[in-house]
């Protein structure tokens, strides 16, 4: 049974680069989120989709960030221009409805921006 | 404001020893409390949860975590740890009733030592 699927694993880019990280959720769940994991903040959320249908992103940092779910099971998390500041470990989880809120976290793709 | 207080950065404790890793968090409600653990270079894989009920709960690996709601408190425990309990753990709350994000605690690394 796979878990949450995120690709890349690992990113290394020049600053003012386009990255685009992808996410699988979990088949049947319906819930989707977006966590960045850094030293100093910690995880924090950076948007979430329910039934494919953004509902917060205040999380977001700035315009340069965007996320996009097309269909149930795939989302994608673009930054464009990419800062060396958004390097940190980026994260997806899936949940489904009628649960308990249990998060399901992808490994994460680890993003250098240079 | 919704917050979770993990209060130790980090702890290392003997191989056989006891574990407890400490837990307050600041909610409007009775959350839902989860706890994570991360391994080096991975995604978070849940340890265990509290929805309602008894205070004691169980989860994997041994480990168990008592919720106070009087010092709006979940701890971790662990009677006797494993070299490979060796890790981040991250303490979590939700929203009641509905897929919604996760606030994370800062997280305590757990080293052991023989």
């Known amino acids: 049974d796979a878990g949450v699927i995120q690709s890349p694993r690992h990113e290394v880019t020049e600053m003012g680069q386009e990255v685009t990280l992808r996410c699988k959720p979990i088949?049947?769940?319906?819930?989707l989120f977006w966590y960045r994991q850094t030293m100093m903040r910690g995880l924090e959320l950076l948007i979430y989709f329910n039934n494919n249908v953004p509902i917060d992103d205040s999380g977001m940092p700035e315009d340069r960030f965007s996320a996009k779910m097309p269909n149930a099971s795939f989302s994608t998390l673009k930054i464009q221009p990419s800062e060396p500041r958004d390097s940190a470990v980026y994260f997806c989880?899936?949940?489904?409805?009628?649960?308990?809120?249990?998060?399901?976290f992808g490994p994460g793709t680890r993003l250098t921006v240079l | 404001a919704q917050s979770v207080t993990q209060p130790d950065i980090h702890i290392t404790v003997s191989e056989g020893a006891s574990l407890e890793l400490r837990c307050n968090y600041s909610?409007?409600?009775?959350?839902?409390l989860f706890w994570y653990v991360q391994s080096p270079g991975q995604g978070l894989q849940l340890l265990l949860k509290?929805?309602?009920?008894?205070?004691l709960v169980q989860g994997i690996k041994g480990f168990e975590a008592e919720f106070k709601r009087s010092q709006s408190s979940f701890n971790l425990r662990k009677p006797s740890v494993h070299w490979s309990d060796a890790a981040e753990y991250f303490c979590?709350?939700?929203?009641?009733?509905?897929?919604?994000?996760?606030?994370f605690g800062k997280g305590t690394r757990l080293s052991v030592i023989a």
């Open positions: 088949s049947g769940h319906n819930s």
């Open positions: 989880a899936s949940s489904t409805t009628g649960g308990d809120n249990e998060q399901f």
């Open positions: 509290y929805l309602s009920g008894d205070t």
């Open positions: 909610y409007g409600a009775t959350p839902y």
């Open positions: 979590a709350v939700g929203r009641r009733g509905g897929n919604t994000p996760l606030v």
